[in-house]
Structures are given as structure tokens and as C-alpha cells.
């Protein structure tokens, strides 16, 4: 039964944020993929927030959130996404308050195969570190005979995701599970472009089954460190409101970084130089209404400190930059393991061939 909630308007805003942003870096087509979260109604009922069967994510609308609940079997209410029992189980599950579904196209390249059906296709390994590190170095892959609103999915899925953060439906598209609706989108992102990276080395046949055995068997040797867990707290704070004209520096270069795919959603860093202190944005790739924090640090390097945030430092106390961006750019990633026609191994850096490029 649908449950009247008159609190829409407090998470459409989050919603509509995060369907135009899956649109805008293409893991979603215009009609497909959903959102969920848990919510409580006035009374402290527990719900599920979902978008309707056939919204469009990016020009989602507040009649498209539909509200079944997750523990009664309401799941046919018409409008809600006909995955919506898929979103309930992974709702369900401990420690998760958010799911979404996208068809994330480099991920499904990436995980095809030609083998006779049915099979159990191989997992998905990531060889780029946001990949290996959040997704816990690989994604499991499932195939169906029908690959959407099946009852099998319901069932699977959901099981794989009480053990890994990301599943795959071979040639359908991802489900990320997350303790927010952002975290499971960051999820999607990474995935998406460990996919794109893999497509990439393949098409510079680059031997990436070799490559993934090495990363598993010693990941410190071909990654400079752990990004570390996505952080749920501080989007949206800024340490410096004051400094007007900093604040929209970094909130367009965050918006460039995302919308040009230069780092998957709220990955890289950004930071400017001040006198004693740096202004440091730790989510640099930010859409137009999903910022990260914006914080004011010492300037000096600390003992103990996050490794990204220590480049950051040790590039400052060795040079006279007034600025540093760190993004996780997937050609790059991939040109990495590229060996150029003649040499013997890989190079150790990347010969611009282009106008812009040559100012480098």
C-alpha cells in the first residue's frame, strides 16, 4: 500500500542532485537505473524513498519518489521501480541506509564474455587503485537468464552485496549499496571507471589479466597508497566563507573535474597555499549541487597524517606552487602500463603529441 509522507521535499533535493549527476557522467540512460533510501515518516515508520518505474534521473521530479514500505509486501504499488523488491533485501541488510542500480556502460564492456550460457562469469578485478581499494579488489559478476526484476536477482544480488559493496549484473548494469545515497553513487563512479580503464588497456593490448594477478598478489608495488573509506562527514562545509572569490574557484574546478571526467565523484583533492595554512578540498570532483568540504589546514607537514593530504604538503615545502589538483585520470592510469613500439618496458611518463599537451 502507498504510504503518505509529507516529508518529500526534505530528501528530493539529494535525489535530483544525484540522478543529474549519474546522467551527466553517462551511467545512466534517460529513463533507466533507481534510487533508494531508508526514511521514517512522521509516525517512525520505516519506508523506503525509491524513484518511479521510468523517471528520468536527470529531470526527476517529486511525484517520481514513491514510498512503499521495506518490510511489508506492498511491492507492486505501480509506480515504484519494478526493482524495488531488489532495493528492499539490500535495504535490509546491516549497516545499509542507501542502494542504487545504474547501467554503467564501461563496467558492462568490461564484464562481457563469449562464453555458452548459463555460466558463472568471472569476477570483475580492478587494476586502478580507487577500484581495487574501495571495491575490495574485485566485483562479483552474475548472469541471468533474465537480467532485470527477476526473482533470482532478488535473491542473489542482495546476498553478494552482504559481502562486497558493489555487484554486477552481467550486460545489465551495477548495484552499490551505502551508508548514504552519496556513498553508493561513489560506488558506482569508481566502478565504472575501473571499467573504462580496463577497456582502455585493452584496446593498447596491454596484457591485463597478467597484470591483475600481479596487483593481487602485491597491490603496495603497483599503488602508491590506499586512498582510504569515503568519508560521509563535512560535504558542504567551508573553513573560509569569507574569501568569496576562493570559494567559487574551487567550486567551478570541482564542477570541471566531474563534469569532464577527470576523477570519478568526490575523488582527487585540490588545495591553494596560504601563509601558515593550505585550503584543502578533499572531494575535488564535485558536482553542481553535491560539494565536499572545503577546510583550512596548517600548512606544515604532520606526523600521522592522510597520505593524500601529506603530497599535498611535501609538494609546498619542496617548491614555491601556489596550488596543487590531484585527480585520477583513467587514461592516464592505463597509459601507465603501456609499453610504446620499440621499448622494452613501460615509460615513466607520458609524451604529449598534442598543441596543449607540449606545454607540459
Known amino acids: 500500500m502507498k504510504k503518505e509522507w509529507t516529508g518529500i521535499e526534505k530528501v528530493f533535493p539529494l535525489f535530483h542532485a544525484l540522478g543529474r549527476a549519474s546522467l551527466m557522467v553517462d551511467i545512466q540512460d534517460s529513463h533507466s537505473g533507481n534510487l533508494a533510501m531508508r526514511i521514517k515518516d512522521e509516525q517512525g515508520r520505516e519506508l523506503m524513498a525509491i524513484t518511479a518505474t521510468g523517471s528520468q534521473k536527470g529531470e526527476l521530479e517529486p511525484s517520481q519518489i514513491c514510498l512503499p514500505s521495506i518490510k511489508e509486501a506492498d511491492f507492486g504499488y505501480y509506480k515504484a521501480s519494478s526493482e524495488t523488491d531488489i532495493h528492499a533485501a539490500i535495504l535490509a541488510l546491516p549497516g545499509v541506509n542507501a542502494s542504487m542500480h545504474a547501467h554503467t556502460k564501461e563496467l558492462t564492456i568490461a564484464t562481457l564474455d563469449d562464453q555458452d550460457k548459463p555460466n558463472q562469469p568471472a569476477d570483475f578485478i580492478p587494476v586502478d587503485p580507487l577500484g581495487f581499494y574501495h571495491l575490495r579488489g574485485r566485483v562479483k559478476v552474475e548472469w541471468f537468464a533474465v537480467p532485470s526484476g527477476s526473482p533470482e536477482i532478488a535473491e542473489r544480488i542482495p546476498a553478494r552485496l552482504a559481502e562486497h559493496p558493489l555487484a554486477f549484473v552481467q550486460g545489465h548494469g551495477a548495484f552499490a549499496k551505502g551508508r548514504t545515497l552519496p556513498e553508493a553513487f561513489f560506488r558506482l563512479c569508481v566502478a565504472n571507471n575501473s571499467g573504462y580503464v580496463v577497456n582502455i588497456m585493452r584496446r593498447m593490448k596491454v596484457d591485463v589479466e597478467s597484470l591483475r594477478q600481479k596487483i593481487l598478489k ?10 582510504g573509506d569515503y568519508r560521509l562527514e563535512g560535504d558542504g562545509r567551508c573553513d573560509f566563507p569569507e574569501e568569496d572569490e576562493m570559494v567559487r574557484e574551487f567550486h567551478k574546478a570541482g564542477v570541471r573535474i566531474f563534469e569532464s571526467r577527470l576523477s570519478p565523484f568526490h575523488t582527487g583533492s585540490i588545495s591553494v597555499r ?79 603529441i598534442d598543441a596543449e599537451g607540449s606545454f607540459l
Do not use: W
Not at 218 to 227: A, C
Not at 317 to 343: D, K, R
Open 274 to 352: 596560504g601563509v601558515k595554512t593550505m585550503f584543502y578540498a578533499p572531494k575535488a570532483s564535485m558536482p553542481r549541487e553535491l560539494p565536499g568540504p572545503l577546510i583550512e589546514l596548517p600548512l606544515a607537514p604532520q606526523k600521522g597524517e592522510d597520505p593524500e593530504l601529506a603530497v599535498h604538503r611535501a609538494i609546498y615545502e619542496e617548491s614555491n606552487f601556489q596550488t596543487v589538483m590531484h585527480c585520477y585520470l583513467p587514461e592516464a592510469e592505463a597509459m601507465a602500463y603501456f609499453q610504446n613500439p620499440g621499448e622494452t618496458g613501460t615509460s615513466d611518463r607520458i609524451v604529449p
Open 218 to 227: 602485491n597491490p603496495e608495488e603497483h599503488f602508491s597508497y590506499d586512498p
